[in-house]
């Protein structure tokens, strides 16, 4: 009880934060759009649609099933250079490419005048308006913006861009609570931004503008239960529809393995959406991919077989999209988009044929619990927040409040009740990491390494789950464990250093930046005199100019002096104090 307690304080202050008045903003956005012309992609030219959103009501009527591809070389022209191969060796074959979700440069999410003393990382960077436009006139391929941009500091002016260059599906609204853009924290800033960009679709709704949210981009990655994710897909549906008037648009299944999940997400959704939901895409099942190819593609089949035969089932707007083998190594090359695009229309073939045989209650009833029990959620996270001052009618306050108190928080208030028995997938796999290695942290050789050191632990990115893990592996066996979490940047993990002083640092980094991370935070750690060992584990690659895509650095690693970290089994080995 005195938790809960301390938790509603919490949010009390955040709801005493000043802001802005969101009435103001959303003026400001309506006067804005009075300035913007919707501009016209090539593959809406070429389909002869005014917008995404009227394209996909006609595949839904027409059983034409979708698809995305996620793409972002090292800079735009490699970018650009891949989508015209990859629409031509699939138009070759008779296949269309619907829509393509650009994996930019995080640094995208910042105003340009911060880009240069920012650490580069993977995905291209928009410098100009010929990279805009490249973006939506390379190939007859639908540009989706789902990376950096709204959610993000910049987001009303690259969702005018994106607006200006016909991209009509402009994300990500998940990434504004959990993706912070680099040693960005001026959270007051990035709500009016969101707000802003948000209602700035609300004025295009009439011509299509829809707003994409990834729902596992966001808390529904650190939610244990499948109803907290519906209640907050609910939550969204509430502000961006209800309050803010635009229309939304979402997406899930990145860290959703289970089939029976997969399809009853977009029943779930359907009901969520009151019926009309038009989805972005079902996002591919990424977190069961390995380094085995020839198994990723069987998980490619499993998984493309039962979003497509879903589509048919109830058509939701949803793209499918079949990943690329290398989904769990690095971000892939066009060749291996081409491979796994090619792959999917196979599936499609399969899918056509068995769907008359299967059978969806499963998916149906798994819909049905997330939806009655996500309402109970949904409901008491209204009333809570009002006790704490939450203005319900305000969705400048909303969205802030509800970036500052976090997933787990929100969780622990608001979905005690749920004696849900649907864990998400991505906790079942955390929980599971944490059962593997649980042995090698119980060995008396680990004890002994780490009882009574003074540990701390970060993540370069919003990639958390490792370092979570970790944290409660080494603190079972003895450890003083400090875990700052994810989004820290260098100078934020060197002023805890010189604030303590610990034993070793451990970092987890995935967004391939793992080289100029380790040479920025190695500058200010010599220029503070402060030495100790660090071990940085995860993706080690980091993204070079010269390279279409990111290059393995474990070697200039350890010419950084920092220890690599492929995997946990050497961990002992490597923590030398
Ligand atoms: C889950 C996931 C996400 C989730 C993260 C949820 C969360 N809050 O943690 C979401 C969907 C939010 C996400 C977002 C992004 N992701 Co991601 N993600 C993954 C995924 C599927 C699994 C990673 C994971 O959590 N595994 C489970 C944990 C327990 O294991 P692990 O992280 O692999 O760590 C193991 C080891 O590496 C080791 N380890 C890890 N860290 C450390 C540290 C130490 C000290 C030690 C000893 C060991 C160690 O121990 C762990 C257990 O064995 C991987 C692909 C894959 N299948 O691996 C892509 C992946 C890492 N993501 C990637 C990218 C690019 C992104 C985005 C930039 C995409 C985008 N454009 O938006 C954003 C990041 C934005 C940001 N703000 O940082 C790329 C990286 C590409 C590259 N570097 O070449 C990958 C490889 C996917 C891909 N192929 O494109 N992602």
Redo the contacts with the bound molecule.
């Keep these: 009880m005195k938790e809960q307690k301390q938790l509603l304080k919490k949010i009390q202050t955040f709801a005493a934060d000043e802001l802005p008045n969101h009435n103001s903003l959303i003026k400001l956005a309506r006067e804005n759009a009075t300035q913007i012309k919707i501009g016209k992609s090539l593959f809406l030219q070429t389909y002869g649609c005014a917008s995404e959103l009227e394209y996909k009501r006609q595949c839904m009527r027409d059983g034409h099933i979708m698809y995305h591809a ?1 793409i ?1 070389m090292n800079d735009m022209e490699t970018t650009a250079s891949a989508l015209r191969d990859i629409h031509y060796h699939l138009d070759q074959q008779g296949f269309r490419m619907d829509r393509a979700g650009f ?2 440069d ?1 640094r995208m999410g910042l105003p340009s005048d911060l880009w240069a003393a920012t650490a580069a ?3 291209p960077m928009l410098e100009n308006q010929q990279d805009w436009s490249a973006l939506a006139q390379s190939a007859a391929i639908q540009p989706h913006m789902g ?2 941009m709204i959610g993000q500091p910049a987001s009303f002016s690259n969702t005018v861009q994106a607006l200006r260059i016909g991209c009509t599906t402009i994300g990500n609204l998940s ?1 504004f609570f ?3 853009a680099p040693g960005w924290r001026d959270h007051c800033a990035t709500s009016a931004e969101t707000m802003k960009a948000i209602s700035l679709l609300a004025e295009f709704r009439q011509q299509g503008m829809m707003l994409h949210s ?1 729902l ?2 966001g808390y529904g ?2 939610f244990k239960q499948c109803a907290t994710v519906a209640a907050w897909a609910m939550l969204e549906y509430y502000i961006v529809e209800e309050l803010l008037g635009a229309k939304l648009s979402h997406c899930i299944g ?2 959703t393995s289970d089939p029976i999940k997969r399809a009853g997400w977009v029943l779930a959704l359907q009901k969520i959406h009151r019926g009309d939901q038009v989805g972005s895409m079902i996002y591919g099942d ?2 069961s ?1 390995g380094q085995d190819f020839d198994k990723n593609r069987g998980v490619v089949s499993e998984y493309l077989l039962w979003d497509i035969m879903i589509q048919m089932h109830s058509p939701s707007g949803h793209a499918v999209l079949p990943l690329p083998v ?7 090359s066009a060749e291996e988009i081409i491979e796994a695009q090619c792959f999917g229309r196979q599936i499609e073939q399969t899918a056509k044929r068995l769907y008359p045989h299967v059978d969806f209650s499963a998916a149906e009833h798994f819909a049905d619990r997330v939806f009655q029990d996500g309402k109970v959620v949904f409901d008491n996270a209204l009333s809570g927040l009002k006790q704490c001052g939450v203005d319900l009618s305000n969705p400048l306050q909303l969205l802030y409040v509800l970036k500052k108190m976090g997933a787990q928080t929100f969780e622990d208030l608001f979905a005690k009740d749920i004696q849900s028995s649907d864990p998400t997938d ?1 906790y079942l ?2 929980q599971q ?1 944490i059962d593997n ?1 649980r042995p090698l942290f119980e060995s008396s050789e680990m004890i002994k390494k780490v009882k009574g050191k003074r540990l701390i ?1 970060a993540s370069t ?7 979570g ?2 944290a409660q592996l080494l603190s079972e066996a003895g450890a003083d464990v400090t875990n700052l979490g ?2 820290q940047s260098p100078d934020q993990v060197a002023e805890c250093l010189s604030k303590y002083s610990y034993d070793a640092l ?7 930046m793992a080289l100029d991370y380790g040479r920025q935070l190695r500058l200010i750690l010599d220029k503070d005199s402060i030495d100790l060992p660090i ?5 080690l ?1 980091q993204k070079v100019g010269t390279e279409a ?2 290059v393995d650095v474990v070697d200039d690693l350890k010419q950084l002096g920092i220890n690599p ?4 089994p050497n ?1 002992t080995k ?1 923590l030398s104090y």
């Design positions: 996620h972002g994996a930019l995080r990382e993977t995905g990376d950096f990434q959990t993706f912070e990834y596992e981009d990655a650190l990145g860290l990424t977190i991919f290398t989904e769990a190594i690095r971000i892939p991505m796999l955390s990491v290695y632990l990115d919003v990639h958390e789950h490792a370092i893990a970790l994810s989004e451990l970092l987890s980094t995935h967004n391939g071990l940085m584990g995860g993706v690659n895509l990111p970290a492929v995997g946990l961990l490597l």
